[in-house]
């Protein structure tokens, strides 16, 4: 019974001891900036990155004296491009005309793969009704061609799931251009704005499916944005963000969207943050926050470091094969081979295995017995063995976890002679990161990840800072 | 003062003992030294197989370097067949011949019959410059036969070895006992003077093993160029214990031995580094019942059938087994 308490003791303690040591600095994964061309007093909103710039959707006026309003007495949106002057600044944003410029919404919208054809969010009635200052109009989807000289949307027709009964818009088209992401409020939804996606079927657009109750909520759910690497991001007012609308994202595992994830500060803020897009390699990003009482565009920069190039770590292996080489090519030698492995323990046989328990120098000493004569040749060769760690930065992890459940990850094991290091750095391949030597890590989604530990030295005499990255990988399983 | 003398005499033979000319005395041995094969044997032709010798006769080559032009001399010990040392069958009845040749026709490596391996052809090739039948006569019981002085000029020259060719064959043309003799080449008719560079070969052992259990006999085949594996035959063993062959790469092969008055043959794989050295035969007596008079016959080919010889000072020297270590990483399992 004392032993039990003493071990439960002892336990805790050590439990205690490793949740302190793997509280480890979690420094900010991003830094966002507020983007230059934002116009105060206006919304600016829902960011596409082309080529030449960003596109995105604006309430402003067109100049100092044209402005839109709608039948409604609102503002309208209408869609910008905001060339990039250098790799930091931007021009003058443009609007890209239409025929619904003066009258209706334009916006949000998205490219198909081709980078011509434009999927955007307006107004479905056209008609005489859309005059009437109380009639409440829907949105759609439309499609259009972008001309040929980039600025303006022509040939616009309706996607063919818009209803004047309900919203339908925000689109967003997968790289294959096979599938097409939307929110809308249609019946029959988890309640609220849900997200929806159509799949391209000879040559049409095949009926809307719900994303199902593991990405919709009775709450809001739009701006869906299906990333080339096939995370889907969208916003939510759903409990359990840090404030109003936040930007969440999910991924599809077998079959089914696995349980959305809530971006990090200080992407999300205890404002409005949503419409969230990045480039193919998520280090960089846009999104439109209220964080200054302005709807806003901000650039993501991610401060994750993930190496290019990075080894992959090699197991210390302390196992080795001795093998008289002579002798393993008969097998009528009438000799017994007898193995002292300088490590106190011996074997027998022209070929032999032995793990050493640790690094060292180690003199093998083979002897003979001659079994014809009985006469034992003592030494009769003798071989040093260096058995020596890898030098490498090393990551102590399983191979295997299950999701939500807490693992630690040492670098205790890391053999760099020589080396003064300054920093552990862990990239845990979902876009997470720690520092520290001792550091813990849960994962939320089954799947491969492919962890790097990027170790840096003090600076050296002269100021040069040596680095080493090494990677492996870790299975996570779902657990129940 | 008697002192003095004690002392002078053991200088003396230190002097004597550790001279080179001492080294000399040793003589040049058929069996060789590093053999340690107590005799050659040969029984009368009218002896049965059964007691080790499968033919009769027993040739040995010598090979004279050309440089040396002095005469030399080939003495047998124990030449008759009676006595302290032979083998009697019944009562010593047999009479042993020994003919040196010299000239054309001795040169194994030229003249294929001269080995006398191929049974039925003429092995009396080359001049025959001496004989002399020896019966059971006391007088050369334990002591020498001297045949000589040879001009070296009178062998058959191998310029391969740039060495004159002689050859001594020993017959036992009557009588069944067992006549066991040793050879020593030498450049001094009474002593046992060697001839610097010579040697001695034989493809076909005769021999009489140790009676006792520790001596180990040898005999070293030279491997030359080209041989890819050796196959040796093995005659009238009486299951005497082991064979092993042992080179600079071999620890010790164990090769099948024979019994009562029959053949055994094997292949024994040749490693590259192994050509041009010799292995090691290494015939180890049996233990437990003492087999005794154990008289026996060896041969090796190669793979095309060609005998090998067997010098009596091994050529590249006596092989000596070279351990060799490999240590390698064992693969981590996952």
């Known amino acids: 019974m004392k032993r039990r308490i003493l071990y439960n003791i002892t336990f805790i303690l050590y439990a205690l001891l490793v949740s302190l040591q793997t509280k480890a600095q979690q420094p900010a994964v991003y830094q966002v900036k507020r983007m230059s061309f934002n116009w105060n007093g206006f919304s600016n909103i829902s960011p596409v990155i082309v080529k030449d710039g960003i596109i995105f959707c604006s309430n402003r006026r067109f100049s100092g004296i044209q402005d839109r309003i709608g039948y409604d007495g609102r503002r309208l949106y209408n869609i910008y491009l905001a060339e990039k002057k250098d790799t930091s600044a931007f021009r003058k944003p443009k609007v890209l005309k239409s025929e619904r410029n003066n009258k209706f919404n334009n916006g949000p919208l998205c490219f198909a793969p081709d980078g011509k054809t434009v999927y955007f969010t307006s107004e479905v009635e056209t008609g005489k009704i859309a005059e009437d200052r109380n009639f409440k109009n829907h949105s759609g989807i439309f499609i259009s061609e972008l001309s040929n000289n980039g600025t303006e949307l022509v040939s616009i027709r309706p996607f063919k799931y818009n209803n004047p009964q309900y919203e339908v818009g925000q689109p967003s088209i997968s790289k294959d251009g096979k599938y097409l992401f939307f929110a809308s409020d249609m019946p029959g939804g988890q309640g609220g704005s849900d997200l929806y996606y159509c799949e391209y079927i000879n040559g049409d657009w095949a009926q809307p499916v719900n994303l199902g109750p593991n990405v919709n909520s009775p709450e809001i759910e739009n701006y869906p944005y299906i990333h080339p690497s096939g995370k889907l991001y969208f916003t939510s007012n759903r409990p359990g963000g840090i404030g109003k609308l936040d930007v969440y994202f999910t991924s599809l595992y077998n079959g089914h969207w696995e349980d959305p994830l809530l971006l990090p500060e200080p992407i999300n803020s205890t404002a409005d943050d949503f419409a969230f897009v990045a480039e193919p390699n998520l280090q960089t990003g846009f999104f439109t926050s209220n964080r200054r009482n302005n709807d806003d565009i901000y650039e993501f920069t991610s401060t994750i470091i993930r190496k290019a190039t990075c080894d992959t770590l090699v197991e210390n292996n302390y196992c080795y094969r001795f093998i008289e080489e002579n002798a393993a090519k008969y097998d009528t030698m009438p000799f017994r081979y007898e193995w002292k492995f300088g490590d106190g323990s011996s074997g027998t046989g022209p070929v032999v295995e032995h793990c050493f328990k640790s690094p060292g120098t180690y003199t093998i000493q083979l002897d003979v017995v001659n079994l014809i004569t009985k006469e034992v040749t003592y030494n009769e060769k003798s071989e040093t063995v260096e058995v020596t760690e890898i030098e490498q930065p090393y990551i102590s992890a399983p191979d295997k976890t299950g999701t939500n459940q807490r693992i630690v990850l040492s670098a205790d094991s890391t053999n760099l002679p020589g080396w003064k290091i300054a920093q552990y750095y862990w990239n845990f391949g979902d876009e997470t990161i720690a520092v520290g030597k001792l550091v813990d890590k849960s994962y939320f989604k089954p799947g491969t990840y492919n962890i790097q530990l990027i170790v840096t030295t003090e600076p050296e005499p002269g100021g040069a800072v040596r680095e080493a990255c090494i990677s492996k990988n870790i299975i996570v399983i779902r657990q129940p | ?334």
């Open chain 2, 1 to 334: 003062m008697k002192l003095n003398k004690s002392i002078y005499k053991i200088l003396l033979l230190a002097i004597f003992f550790g001279s080179p000319m001492f080294a000399r005395l040793s003589g040049q041995p058929v069996p060789g030294k590093d053999e340690n094969i107590p005799f050659l044997v040969t029984f009368g032709k009218d002896g049965k197989t059964s007691w080790g010798d499968d033919d009769f006769y027993q040739i040995f080559f010598f090979s004279i370097p050309k440089d040396y032009t002095k005469p030399f001399y080939i003495r047998v010990f124990d030449p008759d067949c009676g006595g302290e040392n032979d083998e009697i069958q019944g009562e010593f009845d047999t009479k042993t011949k020994f003919s040196v040749y010299g000239g054309k026709g001795v040169d194994p490596e030229k003249n294929e019959e001269s080995r006398g391996l191929l049974k039925g052809l003429n092995y009396k090739t080359g001049n025959l410059l001496a004989s002399k039948i020896f019966g059971n006569e006391a007088r050369y019981d334990n002591k020498y036969y001297t045949f000589g002085p040879f001009n070296p000029a009178e062998g058959d020259y191998n310029a391969r070895w740039n060495s004159n060719m002689f050859k001594i064959l020993c017959e036992g043309i009557s009588g069944d006992d067992g006549n066991l003799y040793r050879y020593f080449l030498s450049s001094d008719p009474n002593n046992d003077v060697a001839i610097e560079g010579a040697n001695a070969f034989t493809y076909a052992y005769h021999f009489r093993m140790w009676n006792n259990f520790k001596s180990v006999s040898h005999i070293y085949p030279y491997i030359d160029t080209g041989i890819v594996y050796i196959r040796q035959s093995n005659f009238d063993w009486d299951n005497d214990g082991n064979i092993i062959v042992v080179s600079r790469y071999k620890q010790g092969i164990q090769i099948p031995i024979s019994n009562e008055d029959n053949w055994v043959k094997s292949n024994i794989p040749i490693e590259p580094a192994e050509v041009g050295a010799s292995l090691d035969f290494q015939f180890h007596k049996k233990q437990g019942d003492l087999v005794k008079n154990n008289n026996v016959v060896i041969t090796t080919e190669n793979q095309r059938g060609d005998g090998l010889p067997f010098f009596a000072s091994p050529i590249g020297g006596v092989p000596v087994y070279q351990p060799k270590i490999k240590v390698e990483k064992v693969k981590l399992k996952k």
